[in-house]
């Protein structure tokens, strides 16, 4: 067998081994797993960091005002339900005026954090498009080094072998 087949035959024996993993942990919480597992955010690639920036900084986007209205007051009870939802709404408009000062600041805080973290995340793209181009431009003058090297090579063995190797320049 090449080597090429006997790492097809591993794979395929690591697939095996995977699904009977699966399987046995589906006969563990007693039928299929129907979501994923969450990992952890310093496992992601790169890939995932930015799916994950674009998932997790656009709800922040939406003002989601905490302060209660009347209107969200509600009862399932059937017949002490309408005396309580009068009481809490009544409560509300009484207090709403405090409860509405109060939230502002809570208000203000959600909104700045959430420009805060999407300022955050649009640096950190910024320095990453910033290092990937400083990364290219480095191999750039490596690779020029690499070829200034070879010809300062070239120049004095020529150099050396006009002269006759009377005086050698690589001892100056």
């Known amino acids: 067998m090449t080597d090429l087949n006997q790492e097809i035959e591993s794979l395929r024996r690591e697939l095996e081994e995977k699904k009977k993993e699966i399987r046995s942990l589906e006969k563990l919480v007693r039928g299929a797993?129907?979501?994923?597992?969450?990992?952890?955010?310093?496992?992601?690639?790169?890939?995932?960091?930015?799916?994950?920036?674009?998932?997790?900084?656009?709800?922040?986007?939406?003002?989601?005002?905490?302060?209660?209205?009347p209107k969200s007051v509600r009862s399932h009870r059937k017949i002490i339900g309408a005396p309580i939802v009068f009481l809490k709404r009544l409560f509300l408009r009484l207090s709403g005026f405090y409860t509405h000062l109060l939230l502002d600041?809570?208000?203000?805080?959600?909104?700045?954090?959430?420009?805060?973290?999407?300022?955050?995340?649009?640096?950190?793209?910024?320095?990453?498009?910033?290092?990937?181009?400083?990364?290219?431009?480095?191999?750039a003058f490596e690779e020029s080094l690499v070829i200034l090297k070879n010809k300062?090579?070239?120049?004095?063995?020529?150099?050396?072998?006009?002269?006759?190797?009377?005086?050698?320049p690589s001892t100056r």
Do not use: M, W
């Not at 997790?56 to 209660?68: E, G, H, M, N």
């Not at 640096?123 to 990364?135: C, F, N, P, S």
């Not at 300062?152 to 050698?168: F, I, K, Q, W, Y």
């Open 152 to 168: 300062l090579e070239d120049l004095r063995s020529r150099l050396a072998a006009e002269t006759g190797g009377r005086d050698n």
């Open 33 to 69: 797993i129907d979501r994923d597992f969450p990992l952890e955010v310093g496992e992601f690639s790169e890939r995932e960091l930015e799916d994950y920036f674009r998932d997790a900084v656009s709800p922040l986007k939406q003002v989601l005002d905490p302060r209660p209205g």
């Open 105 to 139: 600041e809570q208000v203000q805080f959600n909104r700045r954090s959430a420009e805060l973290t999407e300022a955050l995340v649009t640096r950190v793209r910024h320095y990453r498009d910033r290092l990937e181009q400083a990364e290219e431009k480095v191999a």
